[in-house]
């Protein structure tokens, strides 16, 4: 009894409250969507809260023209009123014009200031020829190593010859370029002069030093002060053409006048040295032709020796020469391959030469100790190489070349022989003399 009071008295009022949500969830989940909470204040048609019909807009065979200032300045056309469908009792509205945004000016093209090539053929600093000074960024090219413009290609071939590193082949050149060859060559050119008659005739050509070698050092630093130009410096010297003669029964060495003995060996010794100092300012003229102007020192230094029965009497005469003066030239690549380029060098300049000679003489009766002149002679110098270039890295270049070096005005040992009086020590300095050199060099050329 008391189970079916309970019963009776909590569960059937819980089911009846279950049921009511129910029914209400469902009637709120079939009924159509209404508007919004409107909460601008202004109260909307009571025809906006039916549901939703289709409409469509149709144009009236006879609707008004409307014209306004702003539709003439649109385009000129006439708008035109749309009814809507009768479905929907919405009185006629006028279609507002629509702004149409301005058409997009045409840009404006300006021609360039220069017209590059789409491709760059090798040029020594192309960025000279515009006023810029050839500098190069970090990272450009092997973390800033080489100078170069703006624009940089890669190199013909950039693998070949064992070039491992991109190379840009618009120019990039080298902060700093050193060459250091061995050059090989020999004296030619100089007059002939006899030194004794009898009993073989015996000349100063006889002498000859053959060939002999020495170094050649040159450094570049290439864009001095930020500018077009390199700066080069220069080394060669040879210091070892001797060339010596001995004769059995001779009796005349023929100095002014000669110098009579009892027969005896007589031994002759004809030394010569060359020394060269250059600096010179470089400039590119195009991808072929670098042209360049500087300074030139070259002193040519020599001693002919006579000495009779192994140096009771002696007589000797030694010739210093010091030439200095200005010098022009060019630089011209006549071939440029992937692995090998062939350049040539050509200078020429006009110096004043310091002369001097010195002649002693000891043993023989009558002739003069020692006898001095000097003087300033004009002379010039000309030179002209070829070398050829085998590339083995991008920074590593072996050279071989041939060279011709062409000296004049110089005071020459055995020419004084005839221009001085061993007697009285009467004459003057004899500076009528001509050398020509020649002969090959070979080294290696570093780039960095």
Same mark, same amino acid.
């Given at each position: 009894?008391?189970?079916?009071?309970?019963?009776?008295?909590?569960?059937?009022?819980?089911?009846?409250?279950?049921?009511?949500?129910?029914?209400?969830?469902?009637?709120?989940?079939?009924?159509?969507?209404?508007?919004?909470?409107?909460?601008?204040?202004?109260?909307?048609?009571?025809?906006?809260?039916?549901?939703?019909?289709?409409?469509?807009?149709?144009?009236?065979?006879?609707?008004?023209?409307?014209?306004?200032?702003?539709?003439?300045?649109?385009?000129?056309?006439?708008?035109?009123?749309?009814?809507?469908?009768?479905?929907?009792?919405?009185?006629?509205?006028?279609?507002?014009?629509?702004?149409?945004?301005?058409?997009?000016?045409?840009?404006?093209?300006?021609?360039?200031?220069?017209?590059? !090539?789409?491709?760059?053929?090798?040029?020594?600093?192309?960025?000279?020829?515009?006023?810029?000074?050839?500098?190069?960024?970090?990272?450009?090219?092997?973390?800033?190593?080489?100078?170069?413009?703006?624009?940089?290609?890669?190199?013909?071939?950039?693998?070949?010859?064992?070039?491992?590193?991109?190379?840009?082949?618009?120019?990039?050149? !080298?902060?700093?370029?050193?060459?250091?060859?061995?050059?090989?060559?020999?004296?030619?050119?100089?007059?002939?002069? !006899?030194?004794?008659?009898?009993?073989?005739?015996?000349?100063?050509?006889?002498?000859?030093?053959?060939?002999?070698?020495?170094?050649?050092?040159?450094?570049? #630093?290439?864009?001095?002060?930020?500018?077009?130009?390199?700066?080069?410096?220069?080394?060669?010297?040879?210091?070892? *053409?001797?060339?010596?003669?001995?004769?059995?029964?001779?009796?005349?060495?023929?100095?002014?006048?000669?110098?009579?003995?009892?027969?005896?060996?007589?031994?002759?010794?004809?030394?010569?040295?060359?020394?060269?100092?250059?600096?010179?300012?470089?400039?590119?003229?195009?991808?072929?032709?670098? *042209?360049?102007?500087?300074?030139?020192?070259?002193?040519?230094?020599?001693?002919?020796?006579?000495?009779?029965?192994?140096?009771?009497?002696?007589?000797?005469?030694?010739?210093?020469?010091?030439?200095?003066?200005?010098?022009?030239?060019?630089?011209?690549?006549?071939?440029?391959?992937?692995?090998?380029?062939?350049?040539?060098?050509? #200078?020429?300049?006009?110096?004043?030469?310091?002369?001097?000679?010195?002649?002693?003489?000891?043993?023989?009766?009558?002739?003069?100790?020692?006898?001095?002149?000097?003087?300033?002679?004009?002379?010039?110098?000309?030179?002209?190489?070829?070398?050829?270039?085998?590339?083995?890295?991008?920074?590593?270049?072996?050279?071989?070349?041939?060279?011709?070096? *062409?000296?004049?005005?110089?005071?020459?040992?055995?020419?004084?022989?005839?221009?001085?009086?061993?007697?009285?020590?009467?004459?003057?300095?004899?500076?009528?003399?001509?050398?020509?050199?020649?002969?090959?060099?070979?080294?290696?050329?570093?780039? *960095?």
């Amino acid at each position: 009894m008391q189970r079916a009071w309970l019963y009776r008295r909590f569960m059937l009022p819980l089911a009846g409250v279950v049921c009511s949500a129910g029914l209400s969830l469902g009637v709120e989940l079939f009924q159509p969507p209404r508007p919004p909470v409107d909460t601008d204040g202004v109260e909307l048609d009571s025809r906006a809260r039916r549901s939703p019909q289709p409409v469509t807009i149709e144009p009236l065979s006879a609707a008004p023209t409307v014209h306004s200032p702003v539709d003439e300045d649109l385009d000129g056309r006439d708008n035109i009123v749309y009814q809507p469908n009768s479905s929907i009792p919405f009185p006629p509205q006028r279609r507002e014009p629509i702004p149409i945004p301005p058409p997009d000016p045409m840009p404006i093209i300006e021609s360039p200031l220069a017209v590059y !090539p789409e491709s760059l053929p090798p040029v020594y600093a192309p960025g000279c020829a515009m006023g810029i000074a050839p500098t190069c960024a970090q990272g450009v090219y092997d973390e800033g190593v080489y100078t170069a413009s703006p624009s940089c290609g890669a190199y013909d071939n950039g693998n070949a010859c064992g070039v491992t590193e991109q190379v840009c082949g618009c120019s990039c050149v !080298p902060n700093w370029t050193i060459r250091a060859e061995a050059i090989i060559w020999d004296r030619a050119g100089s007059t002939s002069v !006899p030194l004794i008659a009898a009993p073989v005739a015996v000349n100063s050509a006889d002498l000859d030093g053959g060939w002999r070698a020495g170094p050649r050092l040159t450094a570049i #630093k290439h864009g001095i002060f930020d500018s077009c130009w390199d700066l080069e410096v220069s080394y060669f010297g040879i210091n070892g *053409w001797s060339g010596t003669q001995t004769v059995a029964g001779a009796t005349t060495y023929l100095t002014t006048p000669p110098l009579v003995f009892a027969a005896a060996p007589l031994q002759m010794t004809y030394t010569s040295e060359l020394q060269n100092f250059e600096v010179n300012g470089r400039r590119a003229y195009n991808d072929w032709v670098t *042209w360049f102007v500087g300074f030139r020192a070259l002193n040519v230094d020599e001693l002919l020796t006579a000495s009779v029965n192994a140096g009771a009497s002696t007589h000797t005469v030694a010739t210093r020469n010091r030439l200095y003066g200005g010098q022009v030239g060019l630089d011209a690549v006549l071939f440029d391959g992937d692995c090998w380029y062939v350049n040539a060098v050509g #200078k020429a300049g006009i110096y004043s030469n310091s002369g001097e000679q010195v002649t002693q003489t000891a043993g023989f009766p009558g002739a003069q100790a020692l006898i001095n002149f000097n003087g300033n002679q004009t002379s010039f110098v000309g030179q002209l190489g070829f070398n050829a270039n085998r590339r083995l890295t991008d920074r590593l270049t072996f050279v071989a070349g041939y060279n011709l070096l *062409w000296v004049t005005g110089l005071a020459l040992a055995p020419n004084q022989l005839a221009a001085t009086n061993v007697n009285t020590g009467a004459g003057a300095l004899s500076t009528n003399g001509t050398m020509f050199y020649h002969g090959v060099n070979v080294g290696l050329e570093y780039a *960095w």
